[in-house]
């Protein structure tokens, strides 16, 4: 495809984007504990790959359709309902293996080279949301809005060839023997969509729209795996940040009955934070704080385990124990910018003015370390506020709005933050940047 006519495709997906979703906003699952177990999965992986795993992180959409994707060489995107039903550790090693093919292979730079700023808030945001309203599940009705062969265009913007798939699927074996993992994941993740190129459009996951499969790609998956036996057990090491990873995620997205049922009799330290999250979300603080503190006890030197009490400590109305909670974590994992952001939502709720300042200096950081968390963002506008810096207050928000996909929403503060910002400042130059990611 010629660099003009992509610049075309792409003018005509982000005024899709912004007629067909303008305030449906882009949910991100962030949280530390699960990123951090992806990290551990995806590590060797990635540097197999010959990408560097600090400059790439593993990001879940909350979305129950079954999808991963890529939107630039910094992020795998899995979806959320993906990694739920995925049952092994070297199943969600092949899925990033295969995604990881895609940034190694060159497949998105293609795509996305007039994308500019995709690095900053603003064009982040408005890559993302474009691809998860084009290859999700609502990529029919936001293919309704554009004319004729436009729709089709943009699907195919963001979809693979068949040849890519190949190419790729041919990397990610690679990649797994070279990382030790087993690549017979692989082969079980496309036997999960088998049969999904017969069904109607509006009936097939989302993986299936925008990773062609086909009997042939499995066949030659088939062949791949059969010529590159592996004699690599399981690694209980994997399976470890598998199991806590989702554990994790299905604590907080199922019914908590759901869990507790699946965990009765087991007390084991995950199957204890799964207990501890399901009696949170039933509103039994009592429980849930015991439970967290039984957790904490048997492993005092785990900053994910401080920062999910301060997590349910704080969501139980308890602020004063809850910023502990977070410093305790904060003192073991003090550059992990989700666990930073979580100890200035804990100052803000103290509600004084010492800890409306702290909450500041902890939440600037936290920016600082991961500019792309909109709840991080939300509370730096808060913190901002509270404390008389409303230009500031404002850009934030136009960020946090831009992240999400909301487009419309951020020219309205960023406009107000260029009003309120010195003129050629840093912050005001972020502003800027959303109202020209916007135009």
């Known amino acids: 495809m010629r660099l003009s006519v992509m610049s075309l495709i792409l003018s005509m997906s982000l005024m899709l984007l912004t007629a067909a979703s303008p305030a449906r906003a882009v949910n991100l699952i962030r949280d530390a504990d699960i990123e951090h177990s992806l990290d551990q999965l995806a590590a060797p992986i990635l540097r197999a790959a010959g990408l560097n795993p600090s400059n790439v992180r593993i990001l879940i959409v909350n979305d129950s359709g079954l999808n991963a994707f890529v939107i630039n060489g910094r992020a795998i995107f899995v979806h959320s309902g993906l990694l739920q039903r995925l049952t092994s550790a070297e199943q969600l090693q092949s899925v990033i293996a295969h995604e990881a093919a895609h940034i190694a292979n060159g497949h998105i730079s293609r795509r996305l080279t007039n994308l500019r700023g995709t690095n900053t808030a603003a064009g982040f945001g408005l890559a993302l949301a474009l691809a998860v309203a084009l290859a999700g599940n609502n990529a029919e009705a936001a ?51 088998r049969g999904q190129e017969a069904l109607s459009v509006s009936r097939q996951d989302p993986y299936a729209r925008t990773h062609p499969l086909t009997s042939d790609r499995i066949r030659a998956m088939r062949g791949l795996v059969a010529a590159n036996p592996s004699t690599a057990d399981t690694n209980l090491n994997s399976e470890y940040w598998f199991a806590r990873a989702q554990g994790k995620l299905s604590a907080f997205v199922q019914n908590p009955g759901w869990t507790l049922r699946r965990v009765r009799g087991d007390d084991s330290q995950l199957a204890t934070m799964r207990r501890a999250v399901a009696y949170h979300r039933r509103a039994d603080a009592n429980r849930a704080i015991q439970t967290m503190q039984s957790l904490i006890a048997s492993a005092p030197n785990d900053a994910y385990w401080y920062e999910l009490y301060g997590q349910i400590l704080l969501e139980s109305r308890q602020a004063g124990p809850a910023v502990q909670a977070y410093q305790n974590a904060v003192s073991l994992n003090g550059n992990e910018p989700l666990i930073l952001g979580g100890y200035g939502r804990a100052l803000l709720a103290l509600d004084t003015a010492d800890g409306n300042a702290r909450a500041v200096r902890a939440l600037e950081r936290a920016r600082a370390l991961d500019g792309q968390s909109s709840a991080i963002l939300r509370d730096l506008g808060q913190a901002y506020a509270k404390t008389g810096q409303p230009g500031l207050a404002s850009l934030a928000t136009a960020e946090r709005y831009a992240l999400q996909g909301r487009i419309n929403d951020a020219v309205v503060h960023a406009t107000r933050a260029s009003d309120r910002l010195p003129r050629g400042s840093a912050p005001w130059q972020r502003a800027q940047d959303v109202l020209s990611a916007a135009q």
Do not use: C, I, K
């Open 143 to 193: 293919g309704a809005v554009a004319v004729g062969s436009v729709g089709s265009a943009q699907r195919q913007f963001f979809s693979h060839t068949r040849a890519e798939e190949s190419a790729a699927d041919q990397s990610a074996v690679r990649f797994m023997l070279r990382a030790g993992v087993n690549p017979r994941g692989a082969l079980e993740v496309l036997d999960m969509f």
